[in-house]
Nanobody, 121 residues
Framework: QVDLVESGGGSVQAGGSLRLSCVAS??????YGWFRQAPGKEREGVAA??????RYADSVQGRFTISRDNAKNTLYLQMNSLKPEDTAMYYC??????????????????WGQGTQVTVSS
């Protein structure tokens, strides 16, 4: 039973911006994360948010911003200055426990189905 639904992916040129959204329709979680997986590569953590603390992968630091609208129970990922290497399927994730390793996929039990982001050069 999928509780997390992503949207906002698309195709943009390098240097452009996208904002991903993830709605949690049934539950409120303690920790949230955005992950991505490019073809032939492992899933990697991009950003995480827990107890008001945000963490980012080095590759996106300064370009991506994770946030949450509590009233809408919606998680966002604002992506600026996009690069071709940001091309991937993006997934949101959530869990009821505070993470020890916020950017590790093993910390999260609840996943969305993904939204594709394609950045052309």
């Amino acid at each position: 039973q999928v509780d997390l639904v992503e949207s906002g992916g698309g195709s943009v040129q390098a240097g452009g911006s996208l904002r991903l959204s993830c709605v949690a329709s049934k539950r409120i979680y303690t920790s949230y994360g955005w992950f991505r997986q490019a073809p032939g590569k492992e899933r990697e953590g991009v950003a995480a948010l827990y107890s008001g603390v945000a963490r980012y992968a080095d590759s996106v630091q300064g370009r991506f911003t994770i946030s949450r609208d509590n009233a809408k129970n919606t998680l966002y990922l604002q992506m600026n200055s996009l690069k071709p290497e940001d091309t991937a399927m993006y997934y949101c994730a959530a869990d009821h426990h505070p993470p020890q390793w916020p950017l590790s996929q093993h910390e999260y039990d609840n996943w969305g189905q993904g939204t594709q982001v394609t950045v052309s050069s």
